[in-house]
């Protein structure tokens, strides 16, 4: 998976910038995962991103440098954390 990847490599910057809610501008984009007008779901070098609103639309998208800007209603941004490593019973006695 692409968060994988990023994670063995040097670690990204990541920057978001939100503007009245209506436009959303971000950095350190590795991949998108998914989208349609009521959500987007992004990996970056930081992280799963989960964006969620109304009328949203990719504007710009530029992998290579890892650029995206999105335009809609932005109701919630929301980031998974990494699953910890192994199974319950390698974390407990490990």
């Known amino acids: ?12 910057s990541h920057l978001l910038n939100l503007e009245n809610r ?6 350190g984009v590795v991949d998108v995962s ?10 970056t070098g930081l992280g799963p991103l989960t964006i969620r609103g109304e009328a949203l ?3 710009r998208i530029d992998l290579a440098a ?10 919630e941004l ?11 019973w390698s ?4």
Do not use: W
């Not at 890892?66 to 109701?75: C, I, P, S, T, Y």
């Not at 974390?91 to 490990?94: H, K, M, Q, W, Y």
């Open 1 to 12: 998976m692409a968060y994988e990847e990023a994670q063995k490599g040097v670690q990204k």
């Open 22 to 27: 209506e436009k959303l501008s971000l950095t």
């Open 57 to 59: 639309h990719i504007d």
């Open 78 to 88: 929301s980031y998974e954390e990494a699953a910890p490593e192994g199974g319950f």
């Open 34 to 43: 998914g989208f349609d007008e009521n959500v987007i779901v992004l990996v």
């Open 66 to 75: 890892g650029q995206l800007e999105v335009r809609g209603r932005v109701r």
């Open 91 to 94: 974390r407990l006695f490990g």
